[in-house]
T-cell receptor, first 115, second 117 residues
Framework: GENVEQHPSTLSVQEGDSAVIKCTYS??????FPWYKQELGKGPQLIID?????GEKKDQRIAVTLNKTAKHFSLHITETQPEDSAVYFC??????????????FGQGTILTVHP | GAVVSQHPSRVICKSGTSVKIECRSL??????MFWYRQFPKQSLMLMAT?????????EQGVEKDKFLINHASLTLSTLTVTSAHPEDSSFYIC?????????????FGNGTRLTVT
């Protein structure tokens, strides 16, 4: 089965700095890679996703890059703000067919943005 | 606003009783929903795939007789934890595909915190 490794487990930055979280996956059949933000006591919130036919995607302060050859993908948050503080999870899923939507999650990264 | 709704958000039950958790898709039909479990300070683990009109498929190691899943309509899936024990205490979260499109985003509910005493 799929295995997703996420690093770092904790990340502390100053407000305005950038934050980068990296994930690797093992299954070459995975081709959909979402990122979720989870606040305490709540469900994960989809913040950005990328498909295997795209190398990079950006949405305002958030960007994701994907290297399918190396099987790794990264989340980049620029100009961080205290409200970005949360746990971030990467995930991987095969696209299409009956397996799509079965997400394998990374271990999570606790991001703390200091004012 | 939320596209997937879960109820209840918190439940406390006594050991040996059963608890039902509901997952609803709001304003869209979901033929497939997914149930995850999350222990404190850990990641989410997929438990089962809920299919409308057919039996759920369970991940390896998940007891299907313990965690009963029913997907009776295109907007509702339920997870029933039967004969709950303290080790079943966890955060249960459902997700659904927004559409049947190949790359449809997967949205999660706000979870249900189950505490078994």
């Amino acid at each position: 089965g799929e295995n997703v490794e996420q690093h770092p487990s904790t990340l502390s930055v100053q407000e305005g700095d950038s934050a980068v979280i990296k994930c690797t996956y093992s299954d070459s059949a995975s081709n959909y890679f979402p990122w979720y933000k989870q606040e305490l006591g709540k469900g994960p919130q989809l913040i950005i996703d990328i498909r295997s036919n795209v190398g990079e995607k950006k949405d305002q302060r958030i960007a994701v890059t994907l290297n399918k050859t190396a099987k790794h993908f990264s989340l980049h948050i620029t100009e961080t703000q205290p409200e970005d503080s949360a746990v971030y999870f990467c995930a991987a899923s095969p696209a299409g067919g009956t397996s799509y939507g079965k997400l394998t999650f990374g271990q999570g990264t606790i991001l703390t943005v200091h004012p | 606003g939320a596209v997937v709704s879960q109820h209840p958000s918190r439940v406390i039950c006594k050991s040996g009783t059963s608890v039902k958790i509901e997952c609803r898709s709001l304003d869209f039909q979901a033929t497939t929903m997914f149930w995850y479990r999350q222990f404190p300070k850990q990641s989410l683990m997929l438990m089962a795939t809920s299919n409308e009109g057919s039996k759920a498929t369970y991940e390896q190691g998940v007891e299907k007789d313990k965690f009963l899943i029913n997907h009776a309509s295109l907007t509702l899936s339920t997870l029933t934890v039967t004969s709950a024990h303290p080790e079943d205490s966890s955060f249960y979260i459902c997700s659904a595909k927004l559409t049947e499109a190949r790359w449809a985003p997967l949205h999660f509910g706000n979870g249900t915190r189950l505490t078994v005493t």
